[in-house]
């Protein structure tokens, strides 16, 4: 069973960065992925990677600004945000799901972390 536990959120102004991280422990052959939730909206895909870190999918919204990687060996999922804006303000989220193939719905994924706040102020 994957546990999940997500770090370095904070705030910052707009065009900062930020590194999130995410322990998982029991990490084996499954598909990761960080969510992302602002109040009053949905639950979002940020981005997805599958199992080798060979295929990562991201969210248009964040394209170019973010990059999702793993360290298997070190059972760590990481999300590195560049060139931050406003509109990323939210609750973000580290999540797995017990299967190689990787979604970008929310649904698809049974194992979530407690969350770490982002704020970027303009």
């Known amino acids: 069973q994957v546990r999940l536990v997500e770090s370095g959120g904070g705030s910052v102004h707009a065009g900062g960065s930020l590194r999130l991280s995410c322990a998982a422990s029991?990490?084996?052959?499954?598909?990761m992925g960080w969510f992302r939730q602002a109040p009053g909206k949905e639950r979002e895909v940020v981005a997805t990677?599958?199992?080798?870190?060979?295929?990562?999918e991201y969210a248009a919204s964040v394209k170019g600004r973010f990059t999702i990687s793993r360290d298997n060996a070190r059972q760590m999922l990481s999300l590195q945000m560049d060139s931050l804006k406003p509109e990323d303000t939210a609750l973000y989220y580290c999540?797995?799901?017990?299967?190689?193939?990787?979604?970008?719905?929310?649904?698809?994924?049974?194992?979530w972390g407690q969350g770490t706040q982002v704020t970027v102020s303009s």
């Open positions: 999540a797995a799901r017990s299967s190689t193939l990787c979604f970008s719905v929310p649904e698809r994924f049974t194992i």
């Open positions: 990677i599958n199992p080798s870190g060979g295929v990562r």
């Open positions: 029991g990490f084996s052959n499954d598909c």
